[in-house]
């Protein structure tokens, strides 16, 4: 099967989200990199973000703010959503395309690198109960482990570009990302302290729940 082909019939079901399009192209315009997560992966992050029951969510890897969109809305009214960035210039758009989408009050962006602010988050003793990674591939086993020290029991976990065009499942590509990419999928897998799934969709995404 064609998945793009299929991404594109789904995507076309849907009604054309205005919004999101406006901060797709507010990141085209300051020529930001088109790496936002996909329309239905944005949809999924709605979803999940609601089903988890999570006041408090975590972003790694704000960018343009188009996932950090997806997550918030789909938080309760009195709910929260921090997102960390490295890039000061990322974090300014991020913010702006917040307050276009009326949310600036429910996001929070932390700049600086991603490993010290989950370093502070754990010494602030913050709690959250939805997390989306979806940073720089290297720190994908840290960013988990880290994450695990501010998790809430059955806290719901979501990783994105776990397949990275298929280079992750390429015995030719032996890359430190890719080699850091295979070890944070085979803990999703196989660590028993998570219920997981691995899923091909996309460019393949980990949901696991860390358990109660």
Do not use: Q, W
């Not at 691995?198 to 729940?209: E, T």
């Amino acid at each position: 099967m064609d998945m793009e082909r299929a991404a594109r019939y789904v995507d076309a079901l849907y009604e054309r989200d205005e919004l999101l399009e406006r901060v797709e192209a507010g990141i085209r315009a300051l020529g930001m990199p088109d790496i936002s997560v996909a329309k239905g992966a944005g949809r999924l992050l709605t979803l999940l973000a609601g089903l988890s029951g999570a006041k408090r969510a975590l972003e790694i890897g704000t960018l343009g703010g188009y996932s950090a969109i997806c997550i918030a809305r789909g938080l309760p009214e009195d709910g929260h959503l921090t997102t960390l960035e490295l890039n000061p210039d990322f974090a300014r758009a991020a913010r702006d395309h917040f307050r276009m989408a009326g949310l600036e009050a429910k996001v929070t962006v932390r700049v600086g690198d991603a490993r010290a602010s989950l370093a502070e988050l754990a010494e602030e003793g913050a709690k959250f109960g939805f997390v989306f990674i979806d940073a720089d591939k290297f720190n994908y086993p840290h960013y988990l482990e880290s994450v695990m020290r501010i998790a809430e029991p059955g806290c719901l976990i979501v990783a994105d570009n776990i397949l990275t065009r298929g280079r992750v499942f390429d015995p030719a590509r032996d890359t430190p990302s890719t080699a850091a990419l295979r070890e944070f999928n085979r803990t999703v897998a196989r660590d028993p302290r998570f219920l997981s799934v691995l899923l091909p969709a996309y460019d393949g995404l980990a949901i696991l729940r860390v358990k109660a």
